[in-house]
């Protein structure tokens, strides 16, 4: 079975500061990545997807993912934060096996400071 | 697109009572997903549809919760009797099958509160 990993739990940064949040994915095959973002009192949104292509993904508000295939790793990176980004990050997989069931990880709570 | 929409947005009820919550997809999807989120087990998947038809439900925790989807264009989730473990948020997503295109829009959210 496919599993989600995200290390880190709570992140708090100060405005500008660049932020990493890891993920990392355990299934050997071919695999969709998705990030998605919950502000406070809010619905999941997507922040970016990865289905093939270029491993470098660009999403929306300026957030970017990596896809490294031989880590097993799909982390997102934005290079200066704002006080807005305040809110829960999560990592999802779909493994391309007909299933299309997302799995997700546990979430990053990321607290921007102003 | 008016986008996934649920109802109600809040619900509270008492222990033992019949809960029903709703979801309306966005038009042309074919699946549709329901999902819980707890502090405890964060966003688990509960069951989803593929054109009406339930195809994993293995995410079900037991048989007080059923779900159907009776149409294209609406979706119950039954919780009955309830128990206050049922708190939670329960999130519809739903998707298209184009391709591997398997991005989920999901809805704003039911929160839902057992006493």
């Known amino acids: 079975a496919q599993s989600v990993s995200q290390h880190n739990h709570h992140v708090i940064l100060s405005e500008a500061a660049s932020l990493e949040l890891g993920c990392n994915y355990s299934?050997?095959?071919?695999?969709?990545l998705f990030w998605y973002v919950q502000y406070p009192g809010q619905h999941l949104q997507l922040l970016l997807k990865?289905?093939?292509?270029?491993?470098l993904v660009k999403g929306i508000k300026g957030f970017e993912a990596e896809f490294i295939k031989s880590k097993f790793s799909f982390n997102l990176r934005k290079p200066s934060v704002q006080w807005s980004d305040t809110a829960e990050y999560f990592c999802?997989?779909?493994?391309?096996?007909?299933?299309?069931?997302?799995?997700f990880g546990s979430g990053t709570r990321l607290q921007v400071q102003p | 697109d008016a986008g996934v929409i649920q109802s109600p947005r809040h619900e509270v009820t008492e222990m033992g009572q019949e809960v029903t919550l709703r979801c309306k997809p966005i038009?042309?999807?074919?699946?549709l997903f329901w999902y819980r989120q707890t502090m405890m087990r964060g966003l688990e998947l509960l069951i989803y549809f593929n054109n009406n038809v339930p195809i994993d439900d293995s995410g079900m925790p037991e048989d007080r919760f059923s779900a159907k989807m009776p149409n294209a264009s609406f979706s119950t989730l039954k919780i009955q009797p309830s128990e206050p473990r049922d708190s939670a948020v329960y999130f519809c997503a739903t998707g298209t099958s184009g391709g591997r295109t398997d991005t989920q829009y999901f809805g704003p959210g039911t929160r839902l509160t057992v006493l």
């Open positions: 299934y050997g095959g071919t695999v969709n």
């Open positions: 999802a997989v779909n493994a391309y096996t007909g299933r299309r069931a997302l799995t």
């Open positions: 990865y289905f093939s292509g270029d491993p």
């Open positions: 038009s042309g999807h074919d699946y």
